[in-house]
């Protein structure tokens, strides 16, 4: 994946007062890591587990950047792991590639014994490898979970802390979401790498399945969308396939206000997803439908349209009761392009056809689309919030938003007035060209979720001034 270019400002942004035009969007090459920012009176304080790139795992860390412990044998990407209570990790296991998908999905103690595992969706062939002699090796057929990018343990919707919502750990359910390879003729003539969700028991038995490629004309495109999909799709050749929908998130409505007062839309056992490709977020309900949507086109009503077009968006959900703003949908919109149908200069074949150069991060009412909350960055400045692909938001327990800007490997905490409390820039560096220290999803837990680890000294850190901080001349 291509680093994206764009200029952060850090200690608001911890970056060096030298940069170039704001117009190329470059980056600088040297910044600080780490925790840049630490205001530990006004924070909501834990440890943050993370993904690292190429391979390097899971990252737990307390609040002044201080790593606690890397989890490479659950190494599969894109994740995301999480910290179950009791020190519980779980993520994908053995990434198929070049597919994004893990082969098994996999839920680890603290001591790293294995508790809990799923391979057994489908038969594939893993990738061929070349051996010393340069002769190929592997291409071996094996059972697979084809997990990617998302799954929720039952007992909490969205996989982040919430005041009694704790996912089970012995037993329960877990939505996954991964792939099936098909072809579907009503959507196009080339093989897709169609969204495949399902639901298993705690023994590994699928209880609910569905599949995307079966309600294609749930998803509101318009005829030049079915159009530029049919003929534009974006074909994979190490993959064989097409990613039509790229779901990249997964969750339960959950327990919720609206269901209380009767939309049966937003039913706690329902499944909302994401779909980057086509800028479409949904509700799925236990009989298959889609029941509840929003995009691809935003102009199609005038709340849609006060709102703005969302583009290829990473972790929308629902806010859990419990926590400030419950009920309401917060979601990271992160520009960049995608969508499908709306044929311009910059997309001929009409796909990736609408684009943006920065990102939001949203709160508002799903039933009427109303705003509630944002945090972008305004005027000619506006490119200083930029991750056009990863990255996730979650509420905090103080009414805080914790905020991962992926792409550039930073996750910060605002107040509700937009003060940045805590940032933390990562070091975990990959080893492939472009280097990249992205992290595709970011979640903070409460201390007692890890009783292994001693709570840890909250250090205040204060960042330097801009103006006058300097890397030091060497003798």
């Given at each position: ?41 006004q ?38 792991f ?9 993520g ?68 982040y ?21 098909l ?15 399902y ?64 939309d ?175 992290i595709f ?8 979720w ?12 204060v ?9 030091p001349?060497?003798?």
């Amino acid at each position: 994946m291509n680093k994206p270019s764009k200029s952060i400002v850090i200690a608001a942004s911890c970056l060096l007062a030298s940069l170039v035009a704001a117009a190329v969007y470059a980056f600088p090459s040297v910044y600080p890591t780490g925790t840049t920012i630490y205001k530990p009176d006004q924070t909501w304080n834990g440890y943050v587990i993370f993904d690292a790139p190429d391979g390097q795992g899971a990252i737990l860390i307390d609040m002044n950047g201080n790593m606690l412990r890397q989890w490479t044998e659950i190494a599969a990407v894109p994740g995301p792991f999480r910290i179950l209570p009791g020190g519980y990790v779980m993520g994908g296991d053995m990434q198929r590639r070049p597919h994004q998908e893990a082969i098994a999905l996999v839920q680890l103690d603290w001591e790293g014994n294995e508790v809990w595992r799923y391979d057994q969706m489908e038969q594939v062939v893993t990738e061929e490898t070349e051996n010393e002699a340069g002769e190929s090796e592997g291409g071996d057929t094996v059972w697979s979970a084809r997990q990617h990018h998302d799954w929720q343990r039952q007992g909490n919707p969205v996989g982040y802390y919430a005041p009694e919502m704790e996912p089970q750990t012995r037993s329960g359910r877990t939505l996954v979401l991964a792939h099936k390879n098909l072809v579907a003729p009503e959507v196009s003539d080339k093989q897709l790498e169609d969204e495949y969700i399902y639901e298993l028991s705690w023994d590994g038995e699928i209880i609910w399945e569905w599949l995307a490629s079966d309600h294609v004309d749930e998803f509101g495109f318009s005829e030049r969308a079915r159009n530029a999909i049919y003929r534009s799709v974006q074909w994979n050749e190490a993959r064989g396939s097409a990613d039509w929908l790229h779901f990249n998130s997964l969750t339960y409505v959950g327990p919720n206000k609206w269901y209380d007062d009767g939309d049966l839309r937003f039913h706690p056992d329902n499944v909302l997803f994401s779909s980057r490709e086509a800028n479409i977020i949904g509700i799925i309900d236990r009989e298959g439908n889609i029941v509840w949507r929003m995009g691809p086109d935003f102009t199609q009503s005038k709340a849609l349209a006060e709102l703005g077009q969302i583009i290829g968006q990473h972790n929308p959900h629902i806010i859990p009761k419990g926590l400030p703003g419950a009920g309401n949908l917060l979601v990271f919109d992160n520009g960049g392009s995608a969508g499908y149908g709306f044929a311009n200069p910059a997309a001929p074949n009409g796909r990736a056809s609408v684009r943006r150069d920065f990102s939001r991060v949203l709160e508002f009412n799903p039933v009427t689309f109303e705003m509630v909350w944002e945090y972008s960055i305004g005027g000619s400045e506006k490119f200083q919030l930029f991750s056009h692909y990863v990255s996730n938001a979650q509420r905090l327990p103080n009414g805080n938003t914790m905020i991962n800007e992926g792409a550039d490997g930073r996750i910060f905490e605002l107040t509700p007035e937009k003060e940045i409390v805590w940032e933390y820039v990562s070091p975990f560096f990959g080893t492939k060209e472009p280097i990249s220290h992205r992290i595709f999803r970011a979640y903070r837990v409460p201390y007692e979720w890890i009783p292994q680890l001693a709570v840890p000294t909250e250090t205040p850190v204060v960042p330097p001034d801009l103006k006058t901080y300097r890397v030091p001349s060497q003798d």
